[in-house]
């Protein structure tokens, strides 16, 4: 069975740091590209940021761009560093598997069930 587990959201105060998880299992993982998609509450889902296999090669969000950090390992997790964090990155994020072409479109395989980053003082 594909799987793709998130964890380490949570409530964070703006200007704070987080750094989010995908644990993948079921399928190749070094030959698939990862990607994080986001959800704020009432919206729809928009790419944050995606990364190539093996890792050379990765995507970011303007909206993001310097505050984020897309990263892979060897055991098949994908990270997603946050920094700077502020009130509009409230959302639900979502880790995804795909060709790096699908995930840019947001046509990935494979989607995790997604875990809450809420950012507030």
């Known amino acids: 069975q594909v799987q793709l587990v998130e964890s380490g959201g949570g409530l964070v105060q703006p200007g704070g740091s987080l750094t989010l998880s995908c644990a993948a299992s079921g399928f190749t993982f070094n030959n698939f590209a990862m990607g994080w998609y986001r959800q704020p509450p009432g919206k729809g889902r928009e790419l944050v940021a995606a990364?190539?296999?093996?890792?050379?090669?990765s995507y970011y969000a303007d909206s993001v761009k310097a505050r984020f950090t897309i990263s892979r390992d060897n055991a098949n997790k994908v990270y997603l560093q946050m920094a700077s964090l502020e009130p509009g990155d409230t959302a639900v994020y979502y880790c995804?598997?795909?060709?790096?072409?699908?995930?840019?479109?947001?046509?990935?395989?494979?989607w995790g069930q997604g875990t809450q980053v809420i950012v507030s003082s």
């Open positions: 990364i190539s296999p093996p890792g050379g090669t």
């Open positions: 995804s598997a795909g060709s790096y072409r699908a995930v840019l479109d947001g046509a990935s395989n494979y």
